[in-house]
């Protein structure tokens, strides 16, 4: 079945510091979304991306959907501790439903 | 705030009952996502309705069942529970519209089966 496979699991970083996590699949997505859980709390959609190439951001989350349709990047600028959480890629299943990756776990050190 | 609520926030009890979670999606949003997220398996599909008709199935179990009301809101119910059903449980909504996948989460309800 469709699979999303997301790197790092896990990153510890220096407050003030970029982060570059993404997101690769076995077949073709026509929609990426990243999503960021934080302890408890269930998970906050960040960005969408419909279209392959397509780069947008939200504030200082840049994501981009990649050319091969394959894969999808998320990158952040300039981390602060409210950033810590859990970042999802997610993609539509052929029934309708989000697919997700396994998560990258983000730590900041003030 | 996402606009989907969820009750109850937490739920304990014990091996064999039955629970129900109950979900409101945002304003406009007609279809309805379950999701089981525990440590070893992330976010999991169960079931999705729409418009108050089952549309889709995931790895929902036979012991496992929900619906859709007519003012839309949602109802996982979840019988005969084991140690292994203990997880958080999410709720999800869309529009579910051509092209659109996006999903909004509710905070979610954690079950603890002791």
């Known amino acids: 079945g469709q699979q999303l496979n997301q790197s790092p699991q896990s990153m510890f970083i220096q407050e003030g510091e970029d982060v570059s996590m993404n997101c690769t699949s076995s077949s073709i997505f026509n929609t990426w979304l990243w999503y960021k859980q934080e302890p408890g709390e269930g998970p906050v959609l960040l960005i969408a991306?419909?279209?392959?190439?397509e780069l947008t951001s939200n504030g200082r989350l840049t994501a981009q959907f990649g050319i091969t349709r394959k894969d999808s990047f998320l990158n952040i600028s300039a981390s602060i501790p409210s950033d810590v959480g859990i970042y999802f890629c997610?993609?539509?299943?052929?029934?309708?439903?989000?697919?997700f990756g396994k998560g990258t776990k983000l730590s900041v050190k003030p | 705030d996402s606009g989907v609520t969820q009750t109850p926030k937490h739920l304990i009890t014990a091996t064999g009952q039955r629970v129900t979670l109950r979900c409101s999606p945002r304003?406009?949003?007609?279809?309805v996502y379950w999701y089981q997220q525990s440590l070893d398996q992330g976010l999991q599909f169960l079931i999705q309705?729409?418009?108050?008709?089952?549309?889709a199935k995931g790895n929902i179990l036979e012991r496992f069942s929900a619906q859709q009301f007519p003012d839309l809101h949602s109802e996982l119910n979840l019988s005969s529970l084991e140690l292994g059903d203990s997880a958080l449980y999410f709720c999800?909504?869309?529009?579910?519209?051509?092209?659109?996948?996006?999903?909004?989460f509710g905070p979610g309800t954690r079950l603890t089966v002791l």
């Open positions: 304003s406009g949003d007609l279809s």
């Open positions: 999800a909504s869309s529009q579910w519209t051509s092209g659109n996948n996006e999903q909004f």
């Open positions: 991306l419909y279209k392959a190439g």
């Open positions: 997610a993609g539509p299943s052929t029934q309708g439903n989000l697919i």
């Open positions: 309705y729409y418009n108050g008709e089952e549309r």
